[in-house]
């Protein structure tokens, strides 16, 4: 034990190396910014590239835990988005992606975080929550508004689709209480509504057609 | 067009999402940290029958839709322009019958104005519009936060996450809200508008809170926001505000909904 003390102590002399030439402040500005909101890096808020939307995807559909959502094939991808957490979570300073996905097969919601700097899911949470309609979903429930004859024997001439609403029942009684379901807003050129179709996204059906002043 | 503002005592960051609006982020005022984001995530609409029999009346038989404001039913360009004492963000939007201007306007003096103007026949006149706003502000960084409502003549202290309605209560200056950061005393107040038949969720901050992409949850549970506040304390952490108006098609359209927000605390 003594020998070692006196190893220590010699040791000493490493104390005595030429000083470092840099201030405090010098080193102090050299260290990398503490994590803080204050320092936050703006362009990780920038909207994502084709190609970054791309790399989410990709790194989603191979997850394992989403394998038969991709081998099946029956998902919409609802919205891509860029997300940003804070400091002083991991993750704060990485590139990160939210997708929003809803898989008919099980009808259920995807909703994950792509680390894109990692290439990893980083955080995936599946629910029976009911995300925003995506644009293919709003044509979907056009086109089969469009041909239903209910639809079309309540349709003035010069009416036409005006817009795709996110639509869910109030009660157990409708149908769009659980089920994902769109509301086609038919109307004339002016702005006036006419008619309502309420379209079941899961088997692609009319469920409901009201005239726009019951609505 | 750049995506920073740097004018009139404020530095602002903004970008257009896919479904909450113009979304600002990274705002710092008089060289300080303010807000991290903020965004309007929706806007729903339901609908009332047209009776004035109480007996014949069947209750609201449709639950509530809505659309996304956002790169898909924006209607021309965002614009950003001066005006005295200030400088403004706006973008018009337009689904159908339904037709929003999204207002952010931030003043030299302080004040910051989330507003949504509202217009459009909708389906038919009777109809309830409810704008949600979601605040992220970090005054001074993001933790050591507090939330106080006007109550009982005074300010309160709010310790836990919850609903917080206007009650027709407020401080002499129309405040009925507000978040404060401990440590350097700084302030953001809210001052509804007096026909937004407003309300306050407060929630703790959690990483990817943001956006639900829908107020929809599973069918039977509590929509967004209602389903995020739980029972965490707020006292001393990082605070996320929404703010919800409630806006009866009978009033006057167009209508603009939204609060007055105003900065204190940070000199000047």
């Not at chain 1, 102590?9 to 503490?34: C, D, G, I």
């Not at chain 2, 509202?118 to 939330?147: C, E, K, N, S």
Request: glycine fraction near 8%; charged fraction near 25%.
């Amino acid at each position: 034990m003594a020998s070692s003390k006196k190893a220590v102590k010699a040791a000493k002399p490493v104390k005595s190396k030429p000083k470092v030439t840099t201030s405090p402040k010098a080193r102090a500005a050299a260290r990398p910014l503490p994590p803080d909101v204050v320092n936050a890096d703006p362009t990780l808020f920038d909207p994502l590239t084709p190609g970054e939307i791309a790399d989410a995807l990709r790194t989603l559909t191979e997850d394992r835990r989403l394998g038969s959502m991709a081998k099946v094939g029956r998902y919409r991808v609802i919205c891509t988005e860029p997300l940003v957490v804070k400091p002083p979570h991991w993750m704060a300073g990485h590139r990160l992606v939210r997708v929003v996905v809803y898989d008919y097969a099980a009808d259920r919601a995807v909703d994950a975080c792509v680390d894109l700097d990692a290439g990893v899911v980083a955080h995936l949470d599946l629910s029976r929550g009911q995300p925003m309609l995506s644009r293919d979903e709003e044509a979907i429930a056009v086109s089969i508004a469009m041909v239903d004859e209910r639809v079309r024997d309540k349709l003035a001439l010069g009416d036409a689709p005006q817009s795709t609403l996110h639509y869910w029942g109030r009660t157990p009684a409708d149908l769009a209480y659980a089920r994902r379901s769109a509301a086609v807003v038919f109307g004339r050129a002016d702005g006036h509504a006419t008619v309502i179709a309420v379209v079941d996204l899961l088997e692609n059906i009319v469920t409901q057609v009201v005239p726009a002043e019951l609505w | 067009m750049s995506n920073v503002i740097t004018e009139a005592n404020w530095k602002v960051h903004w970008r257009l999402t896919e479904s909450a609006g113009i979304m600002i982020y990274l705002a710092d005022y008089r060289g300080r940290r303010v807000l991290w984001e903020a965004s309007l995530p929706y806007v729903t609409i339901d609908h009332q029958r047209e009776t004035l029999d109480v007996k014949d009346d069947p209750g609201e038989v449709h639950g509530p839709w809505w659309i996304p404001l956002g790169t898909r039913t924006l209607q021309g360009p965002v614009r950003v322009q001066a005006f005295r004492g200030g400088i403004e963000l706006s973008a018009a939007f337009a689904a159908g019958p339904y037709h929003y201007t999204q207002l952010w306007r931030f003043h030299d003096d302080g004040r910051l104005c989330p507003w949504l103007t509202i217009y459009g026949p909708g389906v038919h006149d009777q109809h309830t519009y409810h704008p949600h706003w979601r605040f992220d502000f970090d005054l001074d960084g993001a933790r050591d936060d507090a939330f106080e409502r006007f109550e009982d003549a005074r300010w309160q202290r709010v310790e836990r996450e919850g609903w917080f309605p206007y009650s027709g209560e407020a401080d002499e200056h129309g405040n009925v809200w507000r978040q404060i950061d401990v440590g350097s005393g700084a302030a953001i107040t809210i001052r509804p508008h007096s026909w937004d038949d407003a309300e306050v969720f407060a929630i703790r901050y959690h990483d990817g809170e943001w956006a639900p992409y829908s107020p929809r949850n599973a069918a039977g549970s509590a929509t967004f926001p209602s389903a995020y506040v739980g029972d965490e304390p707020l006292d001393g952490d990082d605070v996320t505000l929404w703010y919800v108006a409630h806006v009866h098609f009978d009033q006057s359209f167009p209508y603009t909904a939204g609060p007055w927000v105003k900065i204190s605390g940070f000199g000047g």
